[in-house]
């Protein structure tokens, strides 16, 4: 799942339940790994071109801006159509964690991230299916489209 969506999500719960932080932050970390479950498209990133061994910066530098704009993209929406409480922010952050924990076991490899990359990729179950394109991308806009319905909550 591209990184606005998750953002967006994260956020609307944040904004669904910002009298109740430590349940808007806790449920806006496992939003992450629901919206995962379902079948979506993800950036086109090799994993080796900038982890590998032979990291190749120049070849990453699109790939990373595309990453860079999108995270930008949910921030923006986030500002456009929430009433900008800083939990919704907050939770639109905690809700990205999990990739950041995936680029994390490439850059400093242990036990507890490769425990996490593996179930992280164990629940991209839907991914295996040959699922249209369309579908992946429908699921994703169908998303962020809710989010904002639930900022207006």
Known sequence: MILIVHIIFGAAIGSLLAQNTALALLLAFLSHYFLDTMPHRDY????GDLFGKNRQWAKMRPKLLRVALDFLAGI????????????IYLCG????IPDSFTALKYLFPNKALEV?????????????????LIWRISTQIFIVILSIFLFKI
Request: hydrophobic share 45%; charged share 10%; net charge positive.
């Open 44 to 47: 086109p990133i090799g994993n």
């Open 76 to 87: 923006l929406l986030i500002v456009l159509f929430s009433n900008g409480h800083p939990i």
């Open 116 to 132: 996490h990359h593996k179930f992280h990729q164990k629940i991209h179950f839907l991914d295996n299916k040959n699922i249209p």
């Open 93 to 96: 952050l905690v809700a990205a």
